[in-house]
């Protein structure tokens, strides 16, 4: 057995005995414990969606909780006014979100990066004042009364249900990314992250391809919101601030931009170092931000940072996974 087959057969075993012990940890855990590791799924989604955006096509987006709010509102919307079951929400949310991730990434795609995150900081308060200020959203008060879902016949009522639905959610949330990351549109994201001058030259649409990374992204981070709201049962403008987007970004860099992996360990730190301060009481913020502060100095290309690869020579040679085949 060569060193990387022991090794990838190590990783596989590795992943199996994780997975297994997450699915076991109801069991045993209390449900304080239950509702810290459903919030870093929860994180885990939205990290994976705005790693699609930053970490892969190489943008910087700093409004992303706006997608999120869009999600949740949608469905808060639907289910509380017009009575809508919750799964018929979720394709409403996923377009919803998808839409203003097109209205917003279209002209703003056009832009140097410094002003894309000008623009999806803007975006990201626009939602979010609209929200505090309409009637329909609740106004600041929010919407409250979002009923627990039904899923295939089984209603989600108890703390358990949520850890579930939420491992589930994230488990599949990585696969498919994973799956896109090795996609033609994955490498063709990485090219244009890595010199889009030379992406262009070798045949990729830097524009359309950039404008797919929003758009997906957009419809993650409102799947995300869709689950958000019936979790909680009420939603409120504050939920969806700046301080929201700079959390989710922070999970991507800290676990390393582009590398999946990297980001699920970012997310869980972000959600399980503030609770494991607890006991410092106020000055457990100040010790979690001395910290990332720390491990940025340390590891500036992220926990897990991704490895560099080399542009193929031509667009095809890129896009079929830089063999020229």
Same mark, same amino acid.
């Given at each position: 057995?060569?060193?990387?087959?022991?090794?990838?057969?190590?990783?596989?075993?590795?992943?199996?005995?994780?997975?297994?012990?997450?699915?076991?940890?109801?069991?045993?855990?209390?449900?304080?414990?239950?509702?810290?590791?459903?919030?870093?799924?929860?994180?885990?989604? @939205?990290?994976?969606?705005?790693?699609?955006?930053?970490?892969?096509?190489?943008?910087?987006?700093?409004? !992303?909780?706006?997608?999120?709010?869009?999600?949740? !509102?949608?469905?808060?919307?639907?289910?509380?006014? !017009?009575?809508?079951?919750?799964?018929?929400?979720v394709p409403a949310a996923a377009a919803l979100a998808a839409l203003s991730g097109v209205v917003i990434?279209?002209?703003?795609?056009?832009?140097?990066?410094?002003?894309?995150?000008?623009?999806?900081?803007?975006?990201?308060?626009?939602?979010?004042?609209?929200?505090?200020?309409?009637?329909?959203?609740?106004?600041?008060?929010?919407? !409250?009364?979002?009923?627990? *879902?039904?899923?295939?016949?089984?209603?989600?009522?108890?703390?358990?249900?949520?850890?579930?639905?939420?491992?589930?959610?994230?488990?599949?949330?990585?696969?498919?990314?994973?799956?896109?990351?090795?996609?033609?549109?994955?490498?063709?994201?990485?090219?244009?992250? +890595?010199? +889009?001058?030379?992406?262009?030259?070798?045949?990729?649409?830097?524009?359309?391809?950039?404008?797919?990374?929003?758009?997906?992204?957009?419809?993650?981070?409102?799947?995300?919101?869709?689950?958000?709201?019936?979790?909680?049962?009420?939603?409120?403008? +504050?939920?969806?601030?700046?301080?929201?987007?700079?959390?989710?970004?922070?999970?991507?860099?800290?676990?390393?931009?582009?590398?999946? *992996?990297?980001?699920?360990?970012?997310?869980?730190?972000?959600? @399980?170092?503030? +609770?494991?301060?607890?006991?410092?009481?106020?000055?457990?913020?100040?010790?979690?931000?001395?910290?990332?502060?720390?491990?940025?100095?340390?590891?500036?290309?992220?926990?897990?940072?991704?490895?560099?690869?080399?542009?193929?020579?031509?667009?095809?040679?890129?896009?079929?996974?830089?063999?020229?085949?």
């Amino acid at each position: 057995m060569t060193a990387t087959s022991f090794r990838a057969r190590a990783s596989r075993v590795a992943t199996a005995g994780l997975l297994l012990a997450l699915f076991l940890f109801p069991r045993v855990a209390s449900n304080y414990w239950l509702d810290v590791f459903t919030s870093a799924f929860f994180y885990v989604i @939205l990290a994976l969606g705005l790693n699609v955006v930053v970490g892969f096509a190489g943008l910087l987006d700093l409004g !992303y909780a706006a997608f999120f709010a869009i999600g949740a !509102y949608t469905t808060g919307i639907l289910t509380t006014v !017009y009575h809508v079951p919750f799964l018929l929400t979720v394709p409403a949310a996923a377009a919803l979100a998808a839409l203003s991730g097109v209205v917003i990434g279209a002209p703003a795609l056009r832009l140097r990066s410094d002003y894309l995150a000008i623009v999806t900081l803007g975006f990201g308060e626009i939602i979010r004042i609209t929200a505090k200020n309409l009637t329909l959203t609740g106004s600041a008060s929010g919407i !409250y009364g979002i009923p627990r *879902p039904t899923v295939f016949g089984h209603a989600l009522k108890t703390q358990q249900d949520f850890y579930y639905l939420l491992l589930i959610l994230a488990i599949v949330t990585y696969l498919a990314m994973r799956r896109l990351e090795h996609s033609r549109v994955g490498r063709a994201w990485k090219y244009i992250r +890595e010199d +889009e001058d030379a992406a262009a030259a070798m045949g990729i649409d830097p524009f359309r391809y950039k404008l797919l990374a929003f758009v997906v992204g957009a419809v993650v981070g409102g799947l995300a919101g869709t689950v958000f709201a019936v979790r909680m049962t009420a939603i409120a403008p +504050e939920s969806f601030g700046f301080m929201q987007s700079v959390l989710i970004l922070l999970a991507v860099i800290l676990g390393g931009l582009g590398r999946l *992996p990297g980001v699920v360990l970012g997310a869980f730190l972000i959600v @399980l170092l503030p +609770e494991a301060m607890r006991e410092f009481a106020s000055w457990r913020y100040f010790l979690f931000g001395a910290l990332l502060i720390a491990m940025m100095h340390f590891r500036p290309e992220g926990l897990w940072p991704a490895g560099r690869r080399k542009m193929p020579q031509s667009g095809r040679a890129a896009l079929n996974g830089g063999d020229g085949r």
